[in-house]
């Protein structure tokens, strides 16, 4: 995939993404399942891969498994500017001063901007680049590789970077040739990216189910998680998708992955190609583990459907109150709420952060931010679409489910 710089265009338009009827049925209310909160992870390609790892570095409490990134690059890398986003953060041209980066990262862990980088040391991280990637160019990954060895044991990091791969998802049964850079962004590499990506986050699993799937698909509303409104206003999509095998609908204990697509790579654009074509559903049929496909879509700053990692819809689009980040970190916790055995068993709220200040579940602090009540637990924006999980404990109240 290319980038067209169209001068007639404003900055945010030219942005033209690291990437590229619904085939699930009616669209329902993402249901709950028996998700342990130690069991999540998420992964990304291209845009999608800034946005994994966004949500690792800002929401470490709740991602304890880790990230897999193919094709991405340091954190807060744009730093809210479309021409560092597409220059230093994906061409490799000029400097993205990794130890600035990584100065921003340890302030905001201090103040609460994201989660305690402390989180980190014993996730997981697969990091993925391929030789003749000419979107994201090797050495901006390289740089996410040394800003990972800073927080991650290093022991608990991958990272393949050897294989002839272009800008796309390397599987072993679908897609474009290897070398290939063009929609879907989906290339058959004869390398189970996904396979390995998960048996590195979770360990050793069954084999993979190469046959028909047992499980089904769900087309998710997505428009929950922004408080009822219209999140194609910010760049989401009105729905979602999941692939669930029949053992989580039936009620056992499973784990969650959050895939996120990159751009122009969307149900809207590319069909069931990442939702189904990545390899992720073989391994997750035959180990328990629901797979959810959050959606992007276009917006006039925001034209191929990129997740934000540059700041096109939020300034605060890399923080634990960013609205994007908000949204997704909700439907996980949604989902993981339905586990007798995590910590959601207290008495507890769904609810915008407004009305958690309007009952006094929380209260706005001097940065204009929502607090819980005692605990002082950062809840994000003080926002009617700003929707958290609080729960009230005998010490106080406690943000996204946890009552320790």
Same mark, same amino acid.
């Given at each position: 995939?290319?980038?067209?710089?169209?001068?007639?265009? %404003?900055?945010?338009?030219?942005?033209?993404?690291?990437?590229?009827?619904?085939?699930?049925?009616?669209?329902?209310?993402?249901?709950?399942?028996? $998700?342990?909160?130690?069991?999540?992870?998420?992964?990304?390609?291209?845009?999608?891969?800034?946005?994994?790892?966004?949500?690792?570095?800002?929401?470490?409490?709740?991602? &304890? &498994? *880790?990230?897999?990134?193919?094709?991405?690059?340091?954190?807060?890398?744009?730093?809210?500017?479309?021409?560092?986003?597409?220059?230093?953060?994906?061409?490799?041209?000029?400097?993205?001063?990794?130890?600035?980066?990584?100065?921003?990262?340890?302030?905001?862990?201090?103040?609460?901007?994201?989660?305690?980088?402390? /989180?980190?040391?014993?996730?997981? +991280?697969?990091?993925?680049?391929?030789?003749?990637?000419? #979107?994201?160019? !090797?050495?901006?990954?390289?740089?996410?590789? =040394?800003?990972?060895? /800073?927080?991650?044991? %290093?022991? /608990?990091? #991958?990272? &393949?970077?050897?294989?002839?791969?272009?800008? @796309?998802?390397?599987?072993?049964?679908? *897609?474009?040739?290897?070398?290939?850079?063009?929609?879907?962004? $989906?290339?058959?590499?004869?390398?189970?990216?996904?396979?390995?990506?998960?048996?590195?986050?979770?360990?050793?699993?069954? @084999?993979?189910?190469?046959?028909?799937?047992?499980?089904?698909?769900?087309?998710?509303?997505?428009?929950?998680?922004?408080?009822? @409104?219209?999140?194609?206003?910010?760049?989401?999509?009105?729905?979602?998708?999941?692939?669930?095998?029949?053992?989580?609908?039936?009620?056992?204990?499973?784990?969650?992955?959050?895939?996120?697509?990159?751009?122009?790579?969307?149900?809207?654009?590319?069909? $069931?190609?990442?939702?189904?074509?990545?390899?992720?559903?073989?391994? @997750?049929?035959?180990?328990?583990?629901?797979?959810?496909?959050? !959606?992007?879509?276009? =917006?006039?700053?925001?034209? /191929?459907?990129?997740?934000?990692?540059?700041?096109?819809?939020? +300034?605060?689009?890399?923080?634990?109150?960013?609205?994007?980040? $908000?949204?997704?970190?909700?439907?996980?916790?949604?989902?993981?709420?339905?586990?007798?055995?995590?910590?959601?068993?207290?008495?507890?709220?769904?609810?915008?952060?407004?009305?958690?200040?309007?009952?006094?579940?929380?209260?706005?602090?001097?940065? *204009? !931010?929502?607090?819980?009540?005692?605990?002082? !637990?950062?809840?994000?924006?003080?926002?009617?679409?700003?929707?958290?999980?609080?729960?009230? =404990?005998?010490?106080?109240?406690?943000?996204?489910?946890?009552?320790?």
């Amino acid at each position: 995939m290319t980038f067209q710089r169209l001068s007639t265009k %404003p900055a945010s338009a030219i942005l033209a993404c690291l990437l590229s009827s619904s085939a699930f049925g009616a669209v329902v209310v993402l249901p709950k399942y028996n $998700v342990s909160v130690n069991d999540v992870s998420v992964s990304g390609l291209s845009s999608g891969a800034y946005m994994a790892a966004q949500m690792h570095f800002a929401y470490s409490k709740t991602i &304890k &498994k *880790g990230a897999g990134i193919v094709a991405g690059g340091p954190m807060y890398c744009s730093q809210g500017s479309v021409a560092i986003a597409t220059g230093p953060c994906m061409a490799d041209t000029g400097s993205r001063n990794l130890a600035y980066l990584q100065s921003v990262v340890n302030t905001w862990s201090g103040n609460g901007y994201i989660d305690p980088t402390s /989180n980190m040391a014993g996730s997981k +991280v697969y990091l993925f680049s391929g030789t003749l990637d000419s #979107t994201v160019k !090797q050495p901006v990954m390289n740089d996410l590789n =040394t800003m990972y060895a /800073n927080y991650v044991t %290093p022991a /608990n990091i #991958t990272y &393949k970077n050897n294989i002839a791969a272009e800008h @796309a998802m390397p599987t072993d049964f679908s *897609g474009n040739g290897c070398s290939t850079n063009a929609t879907p962004y $989906v290339n058959n590499c004869n390398l189970d990216t996904a396979g390995d990506m998960l048996k590195w986050l979770y360990g050793t699993l069954n @084999a993979k189910n190469v046959g028909t799937l047992g499980g089904t698909f769900i087309n998710f509303d997505q428009a929950t998680f922004w408080g009822n @409104a219209n999140p194609t206003t910010h760049g989401m999509a009105s729905s979602g998708y999941a692939y669930v095998p029949a053992n989580c609908t039936a009620g056992q204990v499973c784990k969650l992955h959050v895939a996120l697509h990159g751009c122009k790579q969307n149900v809207a654009t590319v069909g $069931v190609n990442y939702n189904q074509n990545t390899g992720y559903n073989r391994w @997750a049929d035959t180990n328990n583990m629901i797979v959810l496909y959050p !959606q992007a879509t276009t =917006t006039a700053a925001n034209p /191929n459907g990129c997740w934000d990692w540059w700041g096109y819809d939020d +300034v605060n689009f890399p923080a634990k109150s960013g609205g994007q980040m $908000v949204a997704i970190k909700t439907m996980i916790d949604r989902v993981v709420s339905g586990n007798a055995a995590a910590p959601f068993t207290c008495s507890g709220w769904y609810d915008s952060n407004y009305w958690h200040v309007y009952y006094g579940r929380a209260y706005v602090g001097s940065d *204009g !931010q929502a607090y819980a009540v005692n605990s002082n !637990q950062y809840l994000g924006y003080y926002t009617t679409y700003a929707y958290t999980n609080v729960r009230r =404990t005998s010490a106080g109240y406690y943000a996204h489910g946890s009552c320790a």
